[in-house]
C-alpha cells in the first residue's frame, strides 16, 4: 500500500517484475488456481468497484509505454459469465474486456450492498477451453473519507506554492463553469486501512449547487468537481475531518499579490529567495496573486510587463502573461521591472515595480 491510504492496482503492482533479472512465475490466486483476481482490497460499502480478471503469466515480457512498468505478459483471458453466490452481499452489474501493455483479460463490474465476504463464481475461455473457478470479495463500511488538493504543478515550484488543505484556495479563470479541478478523494475503513469503489459522493457541499461531481477515479483515487458559481464553496467530509473551502473568481476578484524574487538551481528550479541579483544569473519573479488572503490553487493572473532599466537586467525565455517571469541580470546597478494586472482589484489594476540591485558577477549566457 501507498502511504497509509495509498491505492495501487493488484495486477499493475504484484505481477510487475522489477529489474532485468527472471523471476518466478506468480501462481494465481482464484480458489483453484486458474487465473488472478485483483481482489486485494475490500470494497466500500454502498459503493461500485470495477475487479479486473487476467489469465496466468507466461515468460514473456512487455513494458508499458505510458507507465514505464516492465513484467511478464499474462495468457489472454476472456470471461464468459459471472455471477455472486450471496448477491446480498455483492451484486454482479456487468462485465466486459480489460486490455493493456501486459494482459487481455476482463472486468467485472459489482456493487457492495452489505458488509461481509461473498464468492463469485467466472466462467472464462483461456487457450480455448471453458473454465470455472471462484473468488472471494470482502466489503467493509467506509469509516474516514478524506479530502484535499492536487495541484497542477508540483509546489514550491510552481505558482500554486501558497496552496493548501489548511487555508482556503482561490481558483482564477475567466470562465469558471468550463474548469474542471481534480481533488484527492481517500477512503477508509475503522483500522484506517484502504478501500475501494467508485460512484458514490459522501460529501456535503455549501451552498448546495457550488460545485457538480463529475467523475471520480478508482485507481488513482481522484475526485472531479465542476464549479456551477462564483464565490466561496466549501466541501466537508460526511465522515467528518477538514473542510475544503474554494474561491471560484474571475480576475477582477484579485485583491493583492505577495511578490518574492528566486534564485535557480541547476535543474532550473526555484531554489532559496533572494533579496539581490547576481549578474549573469536568471532569476525567477513569482507575484504569488491572492483572492482575500486566499492564495491560488488553481488559474492564474493575466500580468503585463515592462523592463524600466534595460540597460541592467531583462526578460528572459519565451513570452507569456502570467504572473511569474524569469529575469535575466546583465550588467551592475538597479534592475526595475513593471508588472500591471489590469483587471485586478475590480478593474482598477495591481501595479508592482520589481526594485533590485544587480551586484557584479562572472557574466555567460546561462543555460540549464
Same mark, same amino acid.
Given at each position: 500500500m501507498k502511504g497509509r491510504f495509498g491505492f495501487v492496482w493488484w495486477v499493475g503492482a504484484l505481477l510487475v517484475v522489477a529489474g532485468c533479472a527472471e523471476q518466478p512465475l #506468480? @501462481? *494465481?490466486n482464484s480458489d483453484q488456481g486458474i487465473f488472478f483476481a485483483d481482489n486485494q482490497y475490500a470494497i466500500a460499502e454502498g459503493w461500485k468497484s470495477d475487479i479486473a480478471l487476467v489469465g496466468p503469466q507466461t515468460r514473456e515480457m512487455a513494458c508499458d509505454r505510458t507507465t514505464g512498468v516492465c513484467g511478464y505478459e499474462h495468457v489472454p483471458l476472456k470471461i464468459v459469465s459471472v455471477r455472486s453466490l450471496d448477491p446480498s452481499v455483492v451484486e454482479v452489474l456487468g462485465d466486459g474486456p480489460l486490455q493493456s501493455a501486459l494482459a487481455k483479460g476482463g472486468k467485472v463490474q459489482v456493487r457492495a450492498r452489505a458488509e461481509g465476504v461473498a464468492s463469485l463464481e467466472a466462467e472464462v475461455e483461456i487457450d480455448g477451453e471453458l473454465l470455472r473457478d471462484t473468488f472471494e470479495v470482502r466489503v467493509e463500511e467506509v469509516a474516514q473519507v478524506y479530502l484535499s488538493r492536487t495541484a497542477a504543478d508540483p509546489a514550491p515550484f510552481s505558482r500554486y506554492a501558497g496552496c493548501s488543505d489548511e487555508q482556503p484556495g482561490a481558483y482564477v479563470y475567466e470562465d469558471l463553469t468550463k474548469q474542471e479541478i481534480v481533488l484527492s478523494m481517500r477512503k477508509g475503513n475503522a483500522k484506517g486501512e484502504a478501500l475501494r469503489g +467508485? !460512484? @458514490? +459522493? *459522501?460529501?456535503? @457541499?455549501? *451552498? !448546495?449547487? =457550488? %460545485?457538480a461531481f463529475t467523475g471520480y477515479d478508482e485507481l488513482q483515487q481522484q475526485l472531479t468537481i465542476q464549479p456551477k458559481q462564483s464565490g466561496k464553496v466549501t466541501l466537508r467530509s460526511e465522515t467528518g475531518g477538514k473542510e475544503l473551502v474554494f474561491y471560484f %473568481? =474571475?480576475? #477582477?476578484? %484579485?485583491? !493583492?499579490?505577495? *511578490? #518574492?524574487v528566486f534564485a535557480r538551481n541547476q535543474n532550473g528550479q526555484r531554489a532559496q529567495a533572494v533579496r539581490q541579483l547576481v549578474q549573469g544569473q536568471v532569476f525567477d519573479v513569482a507575484l504569488f496573486p491572492t483572492v482575500s488572503g486566499a492564495w491560488l490553487c488553481g488559474g492564474d493572473l493575466t500580468v503585463k510587463r515592462s523592463v524600466l532599466t534595460p540597460s541592467n537586467c531583462s526578460l528572459y525565455g519565451d513570452g507569456h502573461s502570467r504572473s511569474e517571469q524569469l529575469i535575466l541580470a546583465t550588467n551592475p546597478g538597479e534592475c526595475r521591472v513593471r508588472f500591471v494586472a489590469e483587471r485586478a482589484a475590480g478593474g482598477r489594476g495591481i501595479v508592482f515595480d520589481l526594485k533590485l540591485d544587480v551586484i557584479p558577477g562572472e557574466y555567460a549566457e546561462p543555460g540549464w
Open positions: #506468480a @501462481v *494465481p +467508485y !460512484g @458514490v +459522493y *459522501p460529501l456535503t @457541499v455549501e *451552498p !448546495g449547487d =457550488g %460545485v %473568481v =474571475g480576475e #477582477a476578484s %484579485v485583491d !493583492g499579490i505577495s *511578490p #518574492a
